[in-house]
């Protein structure tokens, strides 16, 4: 069992920046693929990004602005967020599998947390 609690998120300016955090309980964190989701207002929930153990994935959306992230140190996944827009306003969620790196299907993750909102807007 992995519970995963997200923080981090906000109100920031368009092109601005934050950085989420998800802080995973249990002692196999390493061995979990990790990724983030997001789902906007009347959208559905949309892969964002993933890691393994080293190596990661992204929408093209974000390419280049977001990067993911983990310190199996502290049990955490980041998700540093450049240059945001208003269309990346959501709630952005947490996921944590065994073997789902390559899968953008939210059902395919077994662990999710219990979201963070991010707003852009001036």
């Known amino acids: 069992q992995v519970q995963l609690v997200e923080s981090g998120g906000g109100l920031v300016q368009p092109g601005g920046s934050l950085r989420l955090s998800c802080a995973a309980s249990?002692?196999?964190?390493?061995?979990?693929?990790m990724a983030w989701f997001r789902q906007a207002p009347g959208k559905e929930r949309e892969f964002v990004a993933a890691i393994s153990k080293s190596t990661t994935r992204y929408i093209d959306s974000v390419k280049g602005r977001f990067t993911i992230s983990r310190d199996n140190t502290k049990n955490t996944v980041y998700l540093q967020m450049n240059s945001l827009k208003p269309e990346d306003t959501a709630v952005y969620y947490c996921?944590?599998?065994?073997?789902?790196?390559?899968?953008?299907?939210?059902?395919?993750?077994?662990?999710w947390g219990q979201g963070t909102q991010v707003t852009v807007s001036s």
């Open positions: 996921a944590a599998d065994l073997g789902s790196f390559n899968s953008d299907f939210g059902r395919s993750w077994d662990y």
């Open positions: 249990g002692r196999t964190f390493s061995m979990y693929d």
